[in-house]
């Protein structure tokens, strides 16, 4: 499968660069040296964002909020020469999927792409159109959940979260086991984001029955009508 993938990074050289790389996997490759041109382009939904955050016209941050304000399922990756937890909490509350600190290889940047676009897209030819969760709707091709209707707005992240707990109704999870699959086999950080994205799905799908084993992590209970 081709896909389109957007990269913004202000550094001439390492946008050319990384944009060479990510050619070579056969994907179609728009690079921006700004954020206010990749802003321009952020109608166009590409598969994957890919950016940095210091940018000399506008926040990064700024920037992925109005990405996603466009579509909340667009995967993206962090990019940054600071270090910092802080970045990497504020990156992943606002819905980026994943994080790296420059000064990194090349090639680091393709597997990461790579696993997030066959993650979000590829396991959709293998998933059943749709199932109900009391008043939700969740089709896995369209990775949508509506209730009354109405589209519940989630991120990547809150989806695969939630799609993962309705796939495993009464199993206890581990919150090493969420981070895993939610975040992938090369996240390393705390697993503390796993309850803040267990509390933004929580909040955002109230009729979700989602017990606290405390220590340990989540279970999902089958959901009753009242």
Same mark, same amino acid.
């Given at each position: ?34 954020g206010s ?49 802080l970045d ?18 090349p090639k ?10 066959? =993650? ?5 030819? #293998?998933?059943? $159109?749709?199932?109900? @969760? +009391?008043?939700? /709707?969740?089709?896995?091709? !369209? ?58 799905? =929580? ?5 979700? #029955?989602?017990? $606290?084993?405390?220590? @340990? +992590?989540?279970? /999902?209970?089958?959901?009753? !009508?009242?």
């Open positions: 499968m081709s896909y389109n993938v957007y990269l913004v990074e202000d550094e001439a050289n390492l946008n050319t660069l990384l944009s060479t790389y990510l050619k070579q996997e056969g994907w179609e490759v728009k690079s921006f040296l700004n041109s990749a802003l321009q382009a952020a109608a166009d939904k590409p598969h994957l964002w890919i950016l940095d955050i210091m940018l000399p016209d506008m926040d990064g941050y700024e920037l992925l909020k109005q990405i996603k304000k466009i579509d909340e399922q667009i995967p993206v990756i962090y990019i940054s020469a600071r270090d910092e937890d990497r909490i504020i990156g992943l509350e606002l819905g980026s999927d994943d994080y790296l600190a420059k000064p990194f290889l680091e940047l393709v597997i990461r792409s790579k696993k997030i676009l066959k =993650r979000v897209y590829e396991r959709m030819e #293998h998933e059943q $159109t749709a199932f109900s @969760y +009391g008043p939700y /709707t969740i089709e896995e091709r !369209e990775r949508t959940v509506t209730e009354d209707g109405k589209q519940i707005p989630l991120t990547s992240k809150e989806y695969d979260l939630l799609l993962y707990l309705l796939k495993h109704i009464g199993q206890a999870l581990g919150r090493e086991q969420i981070l895993f699959h939610v975040w992938g086999e090369d996240y390393f950080g705390s697993d503390r984001v796993v309850d803040d994205l267990i509390r933004r799905v =929580r909040k955002k799908c109230p009729e979700l #029955h989602l017990e $606290t084993i405390y220590g @340990y +992590g989540y279970r /999902t209970v089958k959901h009753f !009508e009242k």
